[in-house]
């Protein structure tokens, strides 16, 4: 199984700042996912990021409000832009992989927007 | 992929098993069935998988009707750190973003005393 740790593990921002958000794997893989998760609601996938290429988003979501970086194997950031009380979620990174091809999740960070 | 249908909440009594059951009428072929749950304030771990045959693991079991337009998750014997949101997910087996989780809204498990 992969290990991912994610940083900040919440943070309480002002609303028009930006919140860069990381996520290490402890093994390479090729591909890893943000998922956002309003208060009381599932999951949703932000975007696909693979190493050495542009994310690839959800409907909903766009690369100027939610950038990722992807700069090698084991490291991805994920930029909360502009923010407003809306933004106010558990962001969590994934990545796959194991003996089933199942995913992995960290252990999120918790964003509070004023 | 297949959309999924679970109860919003169930109770389990500690010690008994916990049978969460999922509808997913629309299934294809080659589409398998996940579940994976979220311990509250935790990112989701994932449980068990299967496309036809029941599985088992250390954690629980999966039995899938032989139509495949449904399936249980069985905890065989629930404790209070079973208590979660259960997620059935329905997807392709491949790499790619093409087998992407789309996770549904879950089934809230209470385990008590």
């Known amino acids: 199984s992969a290990v991912i740790s994610q940083k900040p593990s919440r943070d309480i921002c002002q609303r028009g700042t930006s919140l860069t958000i990381q996520c290490q794997v402890d093994?390479?893989?090729?591909?890893m996912f943000w998922y956002r998760q309003q208060p009381g609601q599932s999951l949703t996938l932000i975007a696909t990021a693979n190493q050495g290429s542009e994310a690839t988003y959800e409907s909903g979501f766009v690369i100027d409000k939610f950038p990722i970086s992807r700069p090698n194997l084991t490291f991805s950031t994920l930029t909360v832009s502009n923010m407003s009380p809306e933004d106010s979620s558990i962001y969590l990174c994934s990545v796959r992989g194991g003996t089933y091809n199942e995913q992995f999740f960290g252990p999120g960070t918790r964003l509070t927007v004023l | 992929d297949a959309k999924t249908t679970q109860p919003p909440s169930m109770d389990c009594a500690e010690g008994r098993a916990a049978n969460l059951p999922c509808n997913h009428s629309t299934i294809s072929g080659n589409e398998y069935v996940y579940w994976y749950r979220q311990i509250h304030s935790q990112g989701p771990q994932y449980i068990i998988h299967?496309?036809?045959n029941n599985e088992t693991n250390e954690m629980a079991s999966l039995i899938i009707t032989e139509d495949r337009k449904s399936s249980t998750l069985i905890l065989p014997h629930a404790t209070l750190r079973d208590t979660a949101v259960y997620y059935c997910?329905?997807?392709?087996?491949?790499?790619?973003?093409?087998?992407?989780?789309?996770f549904g809204t879950g089934t809230r498990l209470q385990v008590t005393l």
């Open positions: 997910i329905v997807r392709v087996q491949v790499t790619g973003t093409a087998s992407k989780l789309t």
């Open positions: 299967g496309l036809k």
């Open positions: 093994s390479q893989v090729t591909m």
